[in-house]
């Protein structure tokens, strides 16, 4: 989902103020496709924690694993810490995994 910038001469030619209303529209345009990217990342994620939950009641194991958790944020660290910020990366995963363990709960 790489999109270009659309860069015209028209673009140049623009007052401030109409330039970042174009910049502006662009970034919404991107932060859609994100969410309707990452919805679905969601959405799959949450079911597979159900089944997770499912599975490890059955088993009587716990519903937290500090080692899987671990590896879970090193993986968003490493994809994504230097992109934003290391700290936002364990943030994104912390959050992630606590909804899914709501999720192997139910």
Same mark, same amino acid.
């Given at each position: 989902?790489?999109?270009? #910038? +659309?860069?015209?001469? +028209? ?7 109409? =330039? !970042?209303?174009?910049? %502006?529209? @662009?970034?919404?345009? #991107?932060?859609?496709? /994100? #969410?309707?990217? /990452? $919805? ?8 597979? *924690?159900? #089944?997770?939950?499912?599975?490890? +009641? $059955?088993?009587? !194991?716990?519903? %937290?694993?500090?080692?899987? @958790? *671990?590896?879970? @944020?090193?993986? /968003? ?5 230097? !992109? !934003?910020? @290391? $700290? /936002?990366? &364990?943030?994104? *995963? %912390? *959050?992630?995994? +606590? $909804?899914? &363990?709501?999720? =192997?709960?139910?």
């Amino acid at each position: 989902m790489t999109r270009k #910038l +659309k860069t015209t001469q +028209k673009q140049h030619a623009a007052t401030p103020r109409q =330039q !970042l209303g174009n910049l %502006r529209r @662009e970034i919404a345009a #991107l932060d859609a496709a /994100f #969410l309707d990217v /990452f $919805s679905h990342y969601l959405n799959r994620r949450q079911a597979l *924690a159900k #089944l997770v939950g499912s599975v490890k +009641k $059955s088993a009587r !194991l716990p519903i %937290r694993d500090a080692a899987v @958790e *671990a590896a879970v @944020e090193k993986r /968003f660290v490493a994809r994504i810490g230097k !992109l !934003l910020d @290391e $700290s /936002f990366a &364990r943030r994104i *995963a %912390r *959050a992630i995994m +606590k $909804s899914s &363990r709501r999720q =192997q709960t139910r």
